[in-house]
């Protein structure tokens, strides 16, 4: 059992930048990894960054010098820094929590937060 709750979205001009939270609480320490994925309209829902128990991160190839997924483990918390954000970027973006349970893997979801990016 774990929650996330996410904050930090908004509306943003191109080039801009914001930086989300995700918190974690429940069965942290059942947690393997966490990231960010986003979904736009009309698209699936794909990942952004990931970071592990060990602290290897990856990213999208699009989203590869832009962003930064980085963790408190003090605080359970994960974040997203986004900097020259473009409207490409516009989605609602999802924390996410992966987790074993009696050998079975398990996803967590946050509720989402939307980033606008436009003029």
């Known amino acids: 059992q774990v929650q996330l709750v996410e904050s930090g979205g908004g509306l943003v001009q191109p080039g801009g930048s914001l930086r989300l939270s995700c918190a974690a609480s429940g069965s942290i320490f059942s947690i393997n990894a966490m990231g960010w994925y986003r979904q736009a309209p009309g698209k699936e829902r794909e990942l952004v960054a990931t970071i592990t128990r060990g602290g290897t991160t990856t990213y999208a190839s699009s989203v590869k010098g832009r962003f930064t997924i980085s963790r408190d483990n003090a605080k359970n918390t994960v974040y997203l820094q986004m900097n020259s954000l473009k409207p490409e970027d516009t989605a609602v973006y999802y924390c996410?929590?992966?987790?074993?349970?009696?050998?079975?893997?398990?996803?967590?979801w946050g509720q989402g937060t939307q980033v606008t990016v436009s003029s």
């Open positions: 996410n929590a992966k987790t074993i349970f009696m050998m079975k893997p398990i996803d967590y």
